[in-house]
């Protein structure tokens, strides 16, 4: 995984992950909109998501883990926490 890898980073792949999957506007995704609430994604939206970070990061996402991510913020900062990415 490349050491000079940011938060922003992991932001924007996730924006842009979202945008892509559920079409919407990637302007209408920040770190607090809400996966279900904001962006009406169901359950299979959500795994794709984990599936995604798992192998665009290389990361183990375990269902518990996945279940706790409710913001776009909780998901940059879980994959940014198992990366270990600057701020």
Do not use: C, W
């Amino acid at each position: 995984m490349n050491d000079a890898l940011s938060r922003a980073d992991v932001l924007q792949k996730v924006r842009e992950h979202l945008s892509t999957e559920l079409e919407i506007p990637i302007d209408q995704i920040s770190e607090s909109t809400r996966m279900r609430e904001d962006l009406d994604a169901d359950s299979l939206d959500l795994y794709e998501l984990v599936m995604e970070l798992e192998d665009t990061y290389g990361i183990s996402v375990s269902e518990e883990e996945a279940a706790d991510i409710e913001t776009v913020a909780q998901a940059v900062d879980f994959v940014a926490g198992r990366l270990g990415a600057a701020a």
